[in-house]
């Protein structure tokens, strides 16, 4: 499988391959291994030095990947558009927010200024906007309380994977 993340107008951005685990009441989840190289648009390849699991949620508009010890944050969610799939690729618009959750349990939502800049340079719809900001603010609640797949339904998929 590819994983591909574009920026809204369909510039590339984080992309990289992964391996298809299987699905679940939270979705589809694909397996990274430790040492699996990504890149960000063109630039030249990053090596993730962690094992992680990706969670595609097949209608909400964010994805999250949930990351192997001792790699802080320990969860990390992109507010998207739906992942939309085709045989080989799962593919989303990455619309900027982020929600990380700590090793020591702090929540954090990133990149608001990015957010707000983008909103201009790219001219995001109105009903863009106001689902991302509600899907941020129901990621912070989630991820905050581990409820549903934050709740450590990531535990097994990662065991696929190290």
């Not at 590819?2 to 009441?25: A, I, Q, T």
């Not at 939309?84 to 690729?89: A, K, N």
């Not at 983008?118 to 905050?144: C, F, N, T």
Request: contains cysteine.
């Amino acid at each position: 499988m590819r994983v591909v993340y574009r920026k809204y107008g369909g510039s590339l951005h984080w992309n990289h391959p992964g391996r298809l685990l299987g699905e679940d009441e939270h979705g589809v989840w694909i397996g990274c291994p430790a040492g699996m190289l990504a890149r960000r648009g063109h630039e030249p390849p990053t090596v993730f030095e962690f094992a992680s699991v990706m969670l595609f949620p097949r209608d909400a508009w964010w994805t999250a990947a949930f990351n192997a010890r001792p790699h802080d944050p320990e969860i990390y969610c992109d507010v998207s558009t739906v992942p939309q799939w085709t045989d080989d690729e799962v593919t989303m618009v990455d619309l900027d927010l982020d929600v990380l959750r700590f090793l020591d349990g702090r929540v954090h939502l990133d990149d608001e200024d990015e957010f707000a800049d983008h909103q201009v340079k790219y001219g995001y719809p109105e009903d863009i906007v106001s689902q991302a900001e509600r899907s941020a603010a129901w990621l912070m609640e989630a991820v905050g309380a581990a409820a549903g797949p934050f709740g450590g339904a990531h535990t097994r998929w990662l065991s696929l994977v190290m």
